[in-house]
């Protein structure tokens, strides 16, 4: 019996059980993509989970034995957590060509040569050599060219395989090299914002030398504000459109709210600078710190939203504090909805969701 593959995930073609990956109600000679991706492509529906975070990384670990150049992809609105350690420990000692997707999602006015600087001190810090930098939109083609550039004169012969955490645009950037450099306008492998859309390898025959570009699916990243909510949600705190960065004057005892996602109180500090890079859809109230529980009590799950009534039910707060000394800009990013900077000496307790992974690092965003 021949093995046929979904070409939009990857999932080998079965007509058994509807509820595993690469179902189809019959297998004809023109099948080409499964029910899941079928209906995720013509009718935007969001594909459900389907397959474990094992399953995903065996399939990583076995792309990454291969002898092929890897193009490791990080989302630059999630940088924090999609830089993740566990992939970086999977791809040391490889030829690695580090990616950062979604340029499009920040300012225009962002200082492109200041953010590969910024990820490169990011590298340097943990002793991760990479090959190359480069940062891209596949959404939009910026910089697309470059990057088949870079990937030509640093393939030697080899496959590609695209690797990184789930939702940073793998499949996405495939499509769109796809697109500038072939004869296709449409996306071949499906792409979507639930994580773990591609459920295992695809191969995509491309160089004159046979040699091809290997999409893997992602590794979920457990500490993603996302896994605690519902796909109701995904599209209010994931941006699709450039960000307006909200600028606030902040003094002692003021609070701010980002929805129901994350509570920062400033407990000590001179007048502050704060900018918040987060989707414009999520609701932000600033207010002073003793009035914040009335607020939450009478707008949690409604004007602040996410989470909605239904998903605080199983949500849990936790708190994290930070001093800053003022001399440099600092941000605080947000494991799946963004971060905030900082300029100036200050006191914050901040609470946000359980299982949300929250960082510090020096400003990411200069101006030209
Ligand atoms: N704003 C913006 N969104 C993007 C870009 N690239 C991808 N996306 C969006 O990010 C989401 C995830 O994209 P995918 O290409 O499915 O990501 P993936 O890494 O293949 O995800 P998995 O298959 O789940 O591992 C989708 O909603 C895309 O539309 C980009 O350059 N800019
Ligand atoms: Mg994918």
């Known amino acids: 019996m021949i093995i046929r593959r979904c070409k939009g995930c990857g999932a080998i073609l079965q007509t058994e059980d509807e509820a595993k990956p690469g179902f189809i109600n019959e297998i004809k000679d023109s099948s080409e993509y499964c029910k899941r991706c079928f209906r995720l492509m013509h009718y935007s529906e969001l594909p459900k989970i389907v397959a474990s975070n094992k399953d995903y990384e065996n399939v990583i670990d076995d792309a990454i034995k291969q002898n092929g150049l890897m193009v490791f992809i990080v989302d630059i609105f999630a940088f924090k957590a999609t830089f993740n350690p566990k992939m970086i420990e999977k791809l040391r000692n490889k030829n690695v060509i580090l990616v950062v997707n979604k340029y499009d999602l920040f300012p225009k006015s962002t200082n492109i040569d200041g953010i590969v600087s910024w990820i490169?001190?990011?590298?340097?810090?943990?002793?991760?050599?990479?090959?190359?930098?480069?940062?891209?939109?596949?959404?939009?083609?910026?910089?697309?060219?470059?990057?088949?550039?870079?990937?030509?004169?640093?393939?030697?012969?080899?496959?590609?395989?695209?690797?990184?955490?789930?939702?940073?645009?793998?499949?996405?950037?495939?499509?769109?090299?796809?697109?500038?450099?072939?004869?296709?306008?449409?996306?071949?492998?499906?792409?979507?914002?639930?994580?773990?859309?591609?459920?295992n390898k695809i191969n995509i025959p491309f160089f004159e030398d046979g040699k091809s570009f290997i999409d893997t699916p992602g590794l979920i990243n457990e500490h993603d504000v996302l896994n605690n909510l519902l796909p109701i949600s995904y599209k209010k705190i994931i941006p699709n459109k450039e960000l307006r960065p909200k600028t606030y004057q902040i003094t002692k005892g003021n609070s701010l709210l980002i929805a129901g996602l994350a509570r920062i109180d400033f407990i000590e500090c001179d007048k502050l600078s704060v900018i918040l890079y987060t989707s414009d859809d999520l609701y932000i109230q600033r207010s002073k710190t003793e009035n914040v529980l009335r607020v939450l009590n009478n707008e949690l799950g409604k004007l602040l939203n996410p989470p909605t009534l239904d998903e605080i039910k199983n949500i849990k707060y936790m708190k994290k504090s930070f001093n800053f000394d003022g001399?440099?800009?600092?941000?605080?990013?947000?494991?799946?909805?963004?971060?905030?900077?900082?300029?100036?000496?200050?006191?914050?307790?901040?609470?946000?969701?359980?299982?949300?992974?929250?960082?510090?690092?020096?400003?990411?965003?200069?101006?030209?």
């Open 327 to 368: 001399r440099c800009k600092k941000d605080i990013w947000f494991s799946g909805f963004g971060f905030i900077s900082i300029i100036g000496k200050a006191k914050i307790e901040l609470s946000t969701i359980s299982g949300t992974e929250v960082f510090e690092t020096d400003g990411i965003i200069r101006k030209m």
């Open 120 to 199: 490169s001190k990011q590298c340097e810090n943990i002793h991760f050599k990479v090959d190359a930098i480069s940062v891209v939109s596949s959404a939009k083609g910026y910089f697309i060219d470059d990057l088949m550039h870079i990937i030509d004169l640093a393939r030697r012969g080899r496959d590609v395989y695209f690797v990184g955490c789930a939702n940073v645009g793998k499949s996405s950037l495939i499509n769109a090299l796809l697109k500038r450099n072939t004869s296709i306008t449409k996306d071949v492998i499906s792409t979507s914002v639930i994580p773990g859309t591609t459920l």
